[in-house]
């Protein structure tokens, strides 16, 4: 496993550096991940082993649930499945593995992907692998002191929100809340409603009515709130590893088919940055002792790659120049300096 020489294929490959990295086990060599090959070759598609196993080889292998349980609390664990058992559900694992690239590797091929594929996507995998076990510094002294401010805050516009509507009700609750709005202040005599016959009170409702009463602007200021408490201020301190005193992310390279990482447990991609109260979240998130954050960002790359496919001589002057593209684009349309 160490060998750097041995190439290494497997699926989801991440995942088995992660456990063997627990044995102080350091996976060395070129890789090959099944799960990986098929993104590149069918990104819209899923890509675990036992889907890929059905569609490509018409074999439907052992489900891990049949020896360990469904995902959940209850689910056991490998250590307590018979040795027996284990090792047919192993070996059957690797040669679905082996015969799947069997077929990945020869399409990757045809289809111009090797290089992308051997020079970036699978030596990605290590670096996630990496990121992922360094994990980031959470300063759950800083979240707390957010905590307060964001109930103090969210109890002012419950205030709010029943002195506006006349009457205290829940406002988490759709059905209250298209009642307040639909019945009792009749914001909108055509509301839409659901097939269980409850007024549908989503965003884009809601901000359709938002020049109607001002408890509309409130409702939405009071579920961001809600939002930002329950999906990050609670939530992030419970996702600290006692271990490592840090939050260990999962990259996931293989879920956006447009090529971007996505990250989930917890999804760090999404936290707000355009309001201050997202910023006050980001600022938790501390460097460790002697190191900094460090942001990179493509400055409007698939405009500069459209200049350039297109040689369009005025976006190609924009950019060389520093103006701002979008000011420029708008200029030229409408005719102005």
Known sequence: LENPDIKKIGQNLKFDIQVLANYGIKVRGPLFDTMIAHYLLEPDMRHNMNLLSETYLAYSPVHIESLIGEKGEAQKNMRVVDDEILKEYAVEDADVTLQLKNIFEPRIKSEGLADLSTRIEMPLIPVLAGMERSGVILDTAELKSITAGLRDDIITLEKEIYILAGTDFNISSPKQLGDILFVRLKLDDKARMTSTRQFVTNEEILQRLVHKHPIVA???????????LTTYVEALPQLVYRNTGRIHTSFNQAVAATGRLSSNNPNLQNIPVRDERGREIRKAFVPAEGCIFFSA???????????????????ISDFL?????????AAKIFGVD
């Open 218 to 228: 409130k409702v939405l200021e009071y579920r961001g709130l809600k939002k930002l």
């Open 321 to 329: 120049y520093g103006n701002d593209i979008h000011a420029a684009t």
């Open 297 to 315: 960002d493509y400055s409007q790359i698939e405009l500069r790659l459209m200049a350039h496919l297109s040689r369009d001589k005025s976006m």
